[in-house]
């Protein structure tokens, strides 16, 4: 990730008067587009999510007990394709064409987050949900007021992350319930910090793409980076403090 600088040292946070307006409006709708974005994707995800709950496919596809079909593997692996495919081939992708990517791995996320119906109970689910979602409004508020750097965080953060994805891979093969304890505590804390740090990045960008035709693809690559912090941290929490339906 780059470390971009934050809009208020750039020349436009300088600029006096209607410059100065005019910056601040822009960032304002900029920062509004990457919000709606995020968030149309999460209820999206929700919304599929619920509906194919309810089918009998879901419990085909992922038998908690028995593992999942062929199937129900390639609808949990394909999200993983489509953001690797917006992640390296965004420079070569249009806008248009991002979006609809954005789309369509927010409908695939819930067709594989489905399975949390199998195993937790809907209110268990909706308390998490609605938690999640106000630590998170905290967290990136957060993020986009203070004055501090948060890059060096930003930094060790997405380094703990991959140790996190690392332990988690050999709990697979462990087993162990300690293990997936910590794992857990340790994935809020990381997608929180996440959260704060890419809202402030996000917001820093701004200054580099204002008035270009880049804009838009920043847009919704932001909204992307903000909707994977919100549904891991959503996730993690849910392992923590979700009832189970056993």
Known sequence: MANWSDPRTSAAAYA?????????????????????YMMSGVLLTGIVALLFAQ??????MFNPNGG??????????????????????QSRMSTGTLQTLFWVYAGLMGLSLSTV???YTSTSIAQVFFATAAGFGALS???YTTKRDLSGLGTFLIM???GLIVASIANIFIGSGTMSLVISVIGVLIFAGLTAYDTQKIKSIYAHVAGTDM?????IMGALNLYLDFINMFLFLLRLFG???N
């Open 243 to 245: 009832s189970s339906r």
């Open 141 to 143: 508020l957060y993020g």
């Open 16 to 36: 006096p008067g209607a410059a100065r307006a005019d910056y601040d409006a822009g960032l304002r709708s900029y920062m509004l587009s990457v919000y709606n």
């Open 55 to 60: 089918t009998g496919w879901v419990q085909a």
């Open 117 to 119: 119906f199998l195993v």
């Open 68 to 89: 999942a079909s062929a199937l129900g593997w390639i609808i949990t692996l394909s999200p993983l394709a489509v953001v690797f495919a917006m992640s390296f081939g």
């Open 215 to 219: 804009i838009g693809k920043v847009v």
């Open 160 to 162: 703990g992350l991959v």
